[in-house]
């Protein structure tokens, strides 16, 4: 859009005015309760302000960030929160690419339906349904163990396994973060221009063949964009863990979002200790989604 | 659409797999919805005994135990539980409303007009957009105290006021604009110009010439924000405290915690989280769909 | 329809400036150091009536954890007689629970919407005393309350650090374990246990009631050791510290698993190992009550008077018996239950506060029905003996002689409970027991 280099200075600055006019609300909102907040919880993280001693935290430098990286707890809760996100981003790229793929072609009241069906658990949250995973991974009396049981194996520990827990609340994190990449999937398999796939087949390619060869590619973006926001939603994970878990057993389903919230309202209640956790998390987190940023972009433009 | 010409085994071998995941993906709901109607002998399943899948008889017991407890609102008294789900609605609806005013305005700016600092106030929206919120609760925890959210003292606003710190967050989160700036995209400048040189002022550009065509991303972006708003879970944890000013899913979790041991209550409540948000979705999911594909696919 | 888009945009407008408006206006927190508000000083046992009322309607918030019961509409019934005997005040009740109810009450504090009244018990009132939280309470404690409080230990849990009385104590009871009667009996396990008496017995008779237990099978899991988290921890240590005799608190007044904890951490480990007893490695004690109540478990470390009433069920026999020691003779922990005042600037709400949490413990009518609700012992030897023929409260007032110290208001408790269920994970995890409780026995008194 560089339709503007033949506006005088008068007509930019009146448009930067009235720029400014739009963006105010979503400005003071933005600033106010996200930006403000995020330097508060900044420079907390240079203080010892805690619990006991909330309005004059002393600045102790980077104590905080020090204590961090020789904390065994946060690092086990680093490796938890890189083991989700490792685990929980390929599958649940690559199931939501199988059932894209194995729905969009299906008449429209079908592929709505299953569409639909994937999408329940995103819409629900973790909230409402925690207490039924809670029942089906119950040792005890669960349903999984049931089944197992039913069919004469061993009954597992599940989430009262250090092992196990964090492949439970991963199976849980699937199902509610897949429902968003098969719609768009669906959408973005819909868009593949036909006439090439007809071409391919008619050169008798195999399904497989046109696949990688030609539909690949052009849901590329869709990929990208999948990863991306399943990645972040894998950082997030907190909810399930604070209901299921609360970071046990042994701290094997403590994650850093969790870990931060025991710290500041559970345990020590340190909270320029916490803000630390918070501030690495963000640099992390933004660094991870710069690149994939860049990447994104590169992508679609093509 | 294109049809198989005959049916591969590949294809029968996804359906009953696609099947096996549907039953999986929906059997927590089902068993909410089952449950909370459920007897009490029906719901809890002892060692040796075997699981009720479907419930031998309806009993709304359930039910009028969840709506036992009651509160007084407005004058009048109602059932807690019927509270939290207000509490739900008006976040959620409160929300959008202002997601969708803010965030549409900021995205047509960032999209279609040049100006002083574009590029800054972008990048601090993109960057922001992929932090968690719990990042930040500590802060904005005290702050929202500060400004006197939370505690009060006008009897009408205190009612409602704690509520705006989940919803001020909400709105505040860049990617509604992010998404808003995608679909702003697609007006075309030579309307803009046009009603420019028309003479129509900015904002009635905005409404006439911009608005019609951002519609579906509007759509999009208002049932987004209201389901995001709805699950905000770990902002309202922190937020709200006192019962009269809970969600219905922090209500739904300390009932879960508070009467553990009372599954078909729990159930109940769970059913009253789960139902109300699954129609809103299932009656503009299509709107959703297109939504999401559209602001998605632009990147 | 431009109308309406009108509209809307410039009600989001004015409703974006008025929050920013709130943001100048409200932020000067008064910061007041915490002070008692001066309240009539008036003669505990009398009730009151709603006498000081100056006209100006106040509302108060109270927080209750279940220790009326979960869910017994008790709160409501009490709220209900006092504001109408005290017009002039509105009392709203929020029910928190032990699992999340402290992580509630820490936001609260720290948003500065604590409630008026909790009602707890010392461990967390006097942390907030001391973090100066809480109104001072003591002008109610004077000498014809003191004089009506035999019970030293009881006086002593109610002070913060300087002496300063933060809990308004209501009754007290023993914790203590449960049994299921019918599943002993069916898995002969019942010989070991004594029912006779003071039902006091050994560690010995125990490890054999779980050997029998898991070897009959007649619930899934003898018992569970639960470790998931803190709340109701007080029954695990109270299991370790009584196997062999040990106290958590060493004769320095630090925190301490000496040699005999560490014995008895063993031969629990040795116990799980063996499938004599569980190890709840995500649960709680509220998880490990529905267990009992259930049938999955044939025993509770988190047995209580509170408790008796919440996971009461009519498909077995629930006995009470202590816990099981080297020597024969218990060394118990106690619950007292209290209420503490919150310091919220506001001496309307403070002395409305006090009168209500008066009413609630004092009121010749509702406080000793009060105290039967809590299902404990009166803290005031006034209130007599509320339980005639009570055989089950007999066998728990006969009790109290095993009373041990009591260290839930020393410093470091609240930074000694994480560390306490993390360390029984350890332990039962495989680790080193002597290395995990001297792990603890740091970082406790770190």
């Known amino acids: ?302 | 659409m294109r049809q198989e010409k005959k049916i591969s085994p590949y294809f029968i071998v996804s359906v009953i797999l696609l099947v096996l995941l549907a039953i999986f993906f929906i059997f927590p709901l089902y068993w909410i919805i089952t449950g909370s109607v459920k007897e009490k002998s029906d719901i809890i399943v002892k060692a040796g005994q075997s699981v009720k899948w479907i419930p031998t008889s309806i009993s709304w017991d359930n039910y009028a135990r969840l709506f036992k407890s009651s509160t007084q609102f407005f004058g009048a008294k109602i059932p807690m539980a019927i509270r939290w789900l207000f509490n739900s609605v008006f976040i959620s609806v409160v929300a959008m409303l202002l997601t969708c005013v803010t965030a549409s305005l900021a995205g047509y700016v960032l999209a279609k007009k040049r100006f002083w600092g574009r590029g800054v106030v972008f990048s601090l929206f993109v960057c922001a957009m992929a932090l968690p919120k719990q990042v930040i609760l500590i802060p904005l925890l005290q702050q929202v105290s500060n400004m006197g959210f939370l505690s009060s003292k006008t009897p009408v606003l205190s009612e409602v006021l704690p509520l705006f710190a989940v919803i001020c967050p909400v709105v505040g989160w860049p990617f509604g604009v992010f998404l808003m700036k995608q679909f702003s995209e697609n007006i075309p400048t030579s309307l803009l110009e046009a009603a420019r040189i028309d003479g129509a002022g900015e904002l009635t550009t905005f409404i006439n010439v911009a608005f019609p065509i951002i519609k579906p991303g509007f759509g999009a972006l208002a049932i987004f924000t209201f389901i995001n708003a709805w699950n905000e879970y770990p902002l309202q944890l922190v937020m709200l405290q006192q019962d009269s000013v809970k969600t219905i899913s922090l209500g739904i979790a300390s009932l879960q915690s508070e009467m553990s041991n009372d599954y078909g209550l729990i159930m109940a409540g769970a059913a009253l989280a789960a139902v109300p948000i699954i129609i809103v979705f299932l009656c503009f999911q299509k709107y959703f769909t297109q939504g999401i594909t559209m602001g998605a696919v632009k990147g | 329809m431009n109308l309406k888009k009108t509209l809307a945009f410039a009600l989001s407008l004015s409703m974006a400036v008025s929050m920013a408006g709130c943001g100048g206006t409200g932020s000067a927190p008064s910061t007041a150091p915490s002070t008692a508000p001066d309240s009539q000083p008036s003669a505990p046992a009398v009730s009151d009536s709603g006498g000081g009322a100056t006209g100006e309607q106040v509302t108060i918030k109270w927080w209750a954890f279940p220790t009326f019961g979960v869910d017994s509409g008790y709160e409501e019934e009490v709220i209900a007689a006092f504001e109408k005997a005290n017009p002039d005040v509105k009392v709203e009740l929020t029910t928190i629970d032990f699992t999340s109810g402290p992580e509630q009450l820490t936001s609260a504090i720290t948003a500065g919407t604590a409630p008026d009244i909790l009602f707890d018990a010392p461990g967390r009132i006097i942390e907030y005393g001391n973090a100066g939280n809480l109104v001072a309470l003591d002008d109610m404690f004077d000498s014809a309350y003191l004089a009506d409080v035999t019970n030293q230990g009881v006086l002593e849990a109610c002070k913060g650090a300087g002496g300063t009385y933060y809990m308004y104590p209501i009754s007290s009871s023993p914790f203590y374990m449960g049994l299921n009667k019918e599943a002993l009996v069916s898995s002969g396990a019942i010989e070991f246990v004594n029912l006779e008496g003071d039902r006091t017995w050994t560690t010995e008779d125990f490890q054999n009631m779980c050997a029998k237990l898991a070897e009959n099978g007649a619930t899934a899991v003898p018992g569970i050791v639960y470790c998931g988290g803190q709340g109701g921890d007080q029954g695990t240590r109270a299991l370790v510290n009584n196997l062999y005799s040990s106290t958590i608190v060493g004769s320095d007044g630090k925190w301490n698993i000496d040699a005999n904890g560490v014995k008895a951490l063993q031969l629990l480990a040795d116990m799980y190992s063996k499938g004599h007893l569980d190890a709840g490695f995500s649960m709680a004690a509220a998880d490990e009550l529905q267990q009992f109540q259930q049938e999955t478990a044939a025993m509770t470390f988190c047995w209580g008077t509170s408790n008796e009433v919440s996971y009461a069920t009519e498909d077995f026999t629930q006995e009470a018996v202590p816990f099981p020691s080297d020597d024969g003779v218990p060394e118990l922990e106690y619950l007292v239950n209290g209420f503490c005042v919150f310091d919220n600037k506001d001496a309307a709400r403070a002395d409305a506060a006090k009168r209500f949490l008066k009413f609630i413990c004092d009121d010749s009518e509702w406080g000793p029905q009060s105290v039967i609700k809590t299902n404990a012992f009166p803290v005031r030897d006034s209130f007599g003996d509320l339980y005639p023929g009570d055989e089950h409260k007999a066998l728990l007032a006969s009790w109290t002689q095993y009373y041990g110290p009591y260290y839930n208001t020393k410093d470091g408790f609240a930074t000694m409970r994480p560390l306490w269920f993390n360390m029984l994970q350890n332990v039962f995890n495989g680790n080193d027991v002597q290395a995990e409780a001297d792990n603890f026995n740091t970082q406790a008194n770190a």
């Open chain 1, 1 to 302: 859009m560089a339709k503007g280099s033949k506006r005088s200075l008068v007509l930019q600055r009146r448009e930067t005015g009235v720029s400014y006019l739009f963006l105010l609300p979503a400005l003071i909102f933005f600033l106010g309760f996200v930006i403000y907040p995020m330097l508060m919880g900044i420079i907390t993280s240079f203080t010892d302000a805690s619990f006991a001693n909330q309005s004059n935290g002393k600045f102790i430098a980077f104590d905080n960030y020090i204590r961090l990286f020789n904390d065994p707890v946060f690092k086990k809760s680093a490796v938890n929160t890189v083991i989700i996100v490792v685990a929980a981003v390929p599958t649940v790229t690559a199931f939501s690419l199988w059932v894209g793929s194995a729905i969009y072609k299906m008449k429209a009241w079908t592929r709505s339906f299953f569409r639909c069906v994937f999408y329940l658990p995103v819409v629900t949250g973790s909230v409402a349904v925690v207490v039924v995973w809670k029942w089906m991974f119950d040792k005890y009396n669960g349903l999984f163990n049931y089944v197992i049981k039913a069919f004469g194996g061993k009954p597992l520990p599940w989430t009262e396994s250090a092992t196990m827990a964090i492949w439970c609340i991963i199976i849980i994190l699937f199902t509610t973060s897949i429902g968003q990449p098969i719609v768009l999937y669906v959408a973005a398999l819909g868009n593949v221009d036909n006439s090439l796939v007809e071409a391919a087949q008619v050169d008798g390619a195999t399904n497989l063949q046109t696949f990688w060869k030609i539909k690949w590619p052009s849901i590329m973006p869709t990929t990208l964009y999948v990863v991306i926001i399943t990645t972040i939603n894998s950082f997030q994970c907190f909810a399930l863990i604070q209901l299921l878990t609360r970071g046990g057993p042994l701290y094997s389903t403590s994650t850093v979002m969790y870990l931060l919230y025991e710290t500041a309202f559970i345990t020590s209640k340190d909270f320029g200790y916490a803000d630390a956790m918070g501030v690495v998390l963000a640099i992390v987190i933004a660094i991870f989604s710069a690149i994939q940023f860049k990447v994104m972009n590169g992508g679609t433009t093509e």
